[in-house]
């Protein structure tokens, strides 16, 4: 039985497990998928001895996407570009790193939603591992201006220069918010959902044509729907389709097959909601 599981922290509540479980009904794949916690301090070691002990595939979530690259034998070049890992697949005694993030918003967006990114203006909120996670795969996508916005400024500029994409993605800090205006795409990447401050955004950011989409889902992305639908964006959705379809190009990389991702969806759907 080939080993896999998810490596975070906090991981208790993490839906990976279930999900790659089910994917491997569909293909009939004899697999063990667990969770793992493991503090920042441990994550190392704890790879390590899951390699030792016949592991050969993780997701990496939360806090651990950016400093698992050091970790890694190998980078893809969609990891490399992201600056982020949430694959690791075991290869040849060493750690292959890889980002699914990123692919897994585009085909929900895009596959599930039937979404056109194509020219769509974008503004995506937060400059932090998981902004960096998606934001190339958004560009790849066929979007159109990509405005980064973000608390700290340097964290902003910093997205933006590594995406060198000086004619498409530009940045901006919290402040100018006010004076930005309608975008057709929203994605909330911050972790103000998480945290104690509040999200606060204006609702002039959008519109009845705006797609909103929150990377988190749950309690976390409750703040960012409420604002949603404030602003009246035609659409707004959380992250638990990005969740699906980053789990099902994971499991695509290790077993060769790609799975059905709308059943799961919908059963994911049935116990959030
Ligand atoms: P993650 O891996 O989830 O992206 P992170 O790297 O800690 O976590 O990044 C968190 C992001 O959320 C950052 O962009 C952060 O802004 P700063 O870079 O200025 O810290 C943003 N963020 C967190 N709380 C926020 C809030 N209340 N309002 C706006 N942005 C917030």
């Known amino acids: ?46 790879i390590a001895r899951f390699a030792e002990s016949g592991g050969v595939g993780l997701n990496v979530t939360l806090p651990h996407k950016q400093a698992v690259m050091a970790l890694c034998a190998g980078l893809s070049e969609r990891a490399r570009r992201a600056g982020a890992v949430n694959t690791l697949s ?9 980002n699914t993030d990123g692919v897994g918003l585009v085909n929900d967006l895009s596959q599930r939603r039937g979404i056109d990114l194509r020219a769509r203006r974008t503004l995506l909120l937060g400059a932090g591992g998981a902004a960096c996670g998606v934001a190339p795969a958004l560009l790849d996508a066929g979007i159109g201006e990509l405005v980064v916005c973000n608390r700290s ?3 902003a500029d910093a997205l933006v220069d590594a995406l060198a ?16 205006a309608h975008f057709d795409l929203v994605v909330n990447a911050t972790s103000a959902g998480r945290g104690i401050e509040p999200l606060t955004l204006p609702f002039h950011l959008a519109g009845a044509q705006t797609v909103a989409v929150d990377l988190s ?13 404030a602003a009246g964006c035609g659409q707004a959705f959380d992250g638990l389709g990005m969740l699906v379809e980053q789990a099902a190009e994971s499991f695509f ?11 799961v969806y919908a059963d ?3 116990l959030a909601d």
């Open 90 to 98: 075991y290869v040849d005694g060493g750690w292959h790193g890889d």
């Open 1 to 46: 039985q080939a080993r896999f599981a998810v490596v975070g922290q906090p991981i208790d509540h993490s839906l990976s497990p279930h999900i790659h479980r089910a994917f491997a009904r569909q293909w009939s794949v004899d697999l063990d998928y667990g969770r793992i916690e493991l503090a920042p301090s441990a994550l190392a070691s704890g």
């Open 268 to 270: 994911l759907r049935r």
């Open 217 to 229: 889902y749950g309690r976390a992305a409750i703040d960012f729907l409420a604002w949603a639908r």
């Open 153 to 155: 400024p340097e964290r």
């Open 253 to 263: 990389l290790w077993q060769g097959v790609r799975p059905e991702t709308d059943a």
């Open 165 to 180: 994409a000086p004619e498409r993605a530009h940045s901006r800090y919290w402040r100018d918010l006010p004076d930005l």
